[in-house]
């Protein structure tokens, strides 16, 4: 970044502005300040070093002096080292304004949107942060920025998060990074010591979003009493042009009595009263889905969250406010709230029969506890509910009392761990919540080791479960003593051994699928039905090809009439490259001339598709290659000039599939097509599979494809749709939210289902046997379309 250097002399006229400079003498003032650090293992020549901290010793100033530093800013002379000093009463204070006048204020040319409350700020800060990047990269636009206790993204360094909200220096670096890089937007999270402490002193919020207020952080070394914690949150508004408040908080009177008095504009949010700015209303599960009614000045329109839990809502709503603060148009929010997901928050896992439910979850307070255990019994009703949770060493000692009694009052068993013990016994810590855990009448045991604890939880599990880590969520480090520990995350304890609880009961994939290979009579429920398979891409490339063919002879062998589609794209490219024939390509097809046709023919109906044919004969397969051309099976026109021959699927004859099927065989389909004029066309595999299943009337068609599905974010894996209609699949298309490479698969699943093909899954073929785990897995493994649900 590019950042004006001032002299000394210019940071010692604004200490004297704030009153915070006590003495000072010694270093020239027109001396330029190449850095203002606090750490000695960062300090270049001409750096101001600041002398801050309770375990701050004078072996760090020595070794900042070495390193460059020609002068010091602390609240006491350390006359051991050579140096002039910068006196100060308050050197918190005085960090914080230096660290924003070193990086030039960088928060005023940045919107800044600032979230604080007891719970929900993570989630709020990514709901938003998908909101910004979809409204701005419709516009060219970089990505937005995000601090939180998860991770920190400024447009130049991209990490896990260790605090909340990062001391001065820090912060205003990752400012001024995301204003050297374009950055538009950034939403943090700030703490409620953060703001007692005056980290984000000078900071310009763009918004403030006071989203609710419960007892959390009151101990000696954090907040003296409720009142401290509340007063300090409430800071927020007087550096913030819009404050965003929820009316359903605790002490929302006050709340929008402090915003009143600071902030210019007012939005507020609620879920009980109309009169608020955003007014969210008839929230319902639908599925997997949250759907809710948003009422604002400037729209009126249902929104729907794919991340669960219902008390989600007012962070999407509060989300929403920021959006009518800053002026994001609705169908950005929209499209955000439905693709957002929060790494550690409301993460579910379950099991191969759902018998064990797993809920990855960052509650650590009493606020926090009580809404996820609401959400959990209202959406798992009459399920088992196992807690697994621990507290940090020596601060919140009233979590210990009010997570223990909440955890008691709800779960039917609570295992205590390890949570950033830190230098506090965590046996001691497990006590201490279990006597609270114990007077609601609720069993326990004490587990110092969390990954056995998750263990214990699920291997304990007999009847329909629902086990809730909580107070880490994503975070990979664990604090034991005073160093922090390098450890799995809850979400990798939560796979690990849901996993092992289904090999433990037979119920793993891999474990189905060998059993079923050795009996395999017990598929002939699938006798007599048709299903094609487009078999090409990466799915044709990956380690996975045996066990897909081996899944087809499988099929075959109980009476299924199975149909091979395949494409080759590689293949063909390989042999051009060979044959030193120079290819290229117009809006994603291949041009195709007479030498390159011939060339496409000789790839997929001689060598790609025999191999397909040789190796299933190998497994025992009774296989038939054919082209398209052969026998009149697939009819195309010239698709564009411009193309050259380039064919457009127009009609298939299928007397020759069911000729081959009803002799036992399995016909293996290369898309080289007949022209109309009886020459050779080279059709696209996934058109010619959808023709191929609508002529024959399959049953299913299977797209083999390398995602896990039509995902309504391409990239991120965990939008997927696992079942859906044709209405919702045009709706999802006409809001944009299924868009570039999904859209052509998509349409073809929409035209195979209209033109009545049973149902359509789009399946990653890069799983082991991925046919066969769709075929007798309870739930889709990929996306399946049906005509309507």
Known sequence: MSLTLYPLGDYIQLLQRKNLQLEFSGAPLTREVSLVSCDSRQVVPGTLFICKGAHFKVEFLQSAKEQGAFAYLSEKRYDQVDLPCILVSDVRLAMALLADFYYNHPSAKLGVVGITGTKGKSSTAYYLKYIFDEYLAAKGQPASGVISSIETYDGVEKFESHLTTPEPLDLERHFANGVATGMRYLTMEVSSQALKYDRVKNVEFAAAVFLNIGMDHISPIEHPDFEDYFASKLRIFSQAAAACVNLDCDHADRVLEAARKSCPRMITFSQKDPSATIFGSQVRKVGGDILFRVKTPRYSREFRLTMPGLFNVQNALAALAVCEAVGVPEQYAFAGLMKARVPGRMEVYANADEKVTVIVDYAHNRLSFETLFQSVREEYPGRRIVTVFGCPGYKAYDRRKDLGEISGQYSDLVILTEEDAGEEPVEEICRDIAQYVEQGGCDYSIVPDRGEAVRQAVMGCQVPTVILLTGKGAETRQKRGIEYI????????????????????????????????????????????????????????????????????????????????????????????????????????????????????????????????????????????????????????????????????????????????????????????????????????????????????????????????????????????????????????????????????????????????????????????????????????????????
């Open 486 to 789: 390098d450890c799995p995350s809850d979400v990798d304890y939560a796979k690990e051994y849901l996993h092992e609880y289904d090999v433990q009961h037979g119920m793993d994939g891999m474990s189905k699928v060998r059993a079923l290979l050795d009996v395999l009579p017990l598929l002939r429920r699938y006798e007599g039905r048709t299903i094609v398979i487009k078999y090409g891409g990466s799915a044709l490339d990956a380690a996975s090809t045996d066990t897909i063919l081996e899944d087809a002879a499988a099929l075959q062998s109980v009476g299924v009439r199975v149909i091979l589609v395949h494409g080759g794209g590689k293949e063909i490219s390989a042999l051009l490259e060979r044959l030193q024939v120079e290819t290229h390509f117009e809006n994603g097809y291949r041009v195709t001339d007479q030498t390159v046709l011939e060339t496409a023919e000789m790839a997929l109906s001689a060598r790609v598709n025999k191999s397909i044919v040789a190796a299933l004969d190998r497994i025992g397969a009774k296989a038939c290659g054919i082209s398209g051309r052969d026998g009149g099976l697939i009819t195309a026109r010239q698709k564009d000039k411009a193309l050259g021959l380039v064919g457009t699927i127009t009609k298939v004859d299928p007397r020759v599939l069911r000729t081959l099927l009803e002799g036992g065989f399995l016909p293996v389909v290369s898309p080289v097509s007949r022209g109309e004029d009886g020459g050779a066309l080279n059709c696209n595999a996934d058109d010619a599979a959808r023709a191929v299943a609508e002529a024959v009337g399959a049953d299913k068609l299977i797209f083999l494809t390398d995602t896990d599905g039509i995902l309504v974010d391409s990239h991120n894996q965990s939008t997927r749709i696992a079942k859906m209609d044709v209405s919702r699949a045009k709706e999802l298309m006409d809001s944009g939210l299924i868009a570039g490479g999904m859209i052509p698969k998509t349409l073809n699943c929409i035209h195979a289902v209209e033109h009545g093909v049973g149902s359509v899954t789009v399946l990653d073929g890069r799983m082991e046997h991925a046919i066969l785990l769709e075929a007798i897995s309870e739930k889709s493994l990929g996306t399946t379309m049906e005509k309507k649900r």
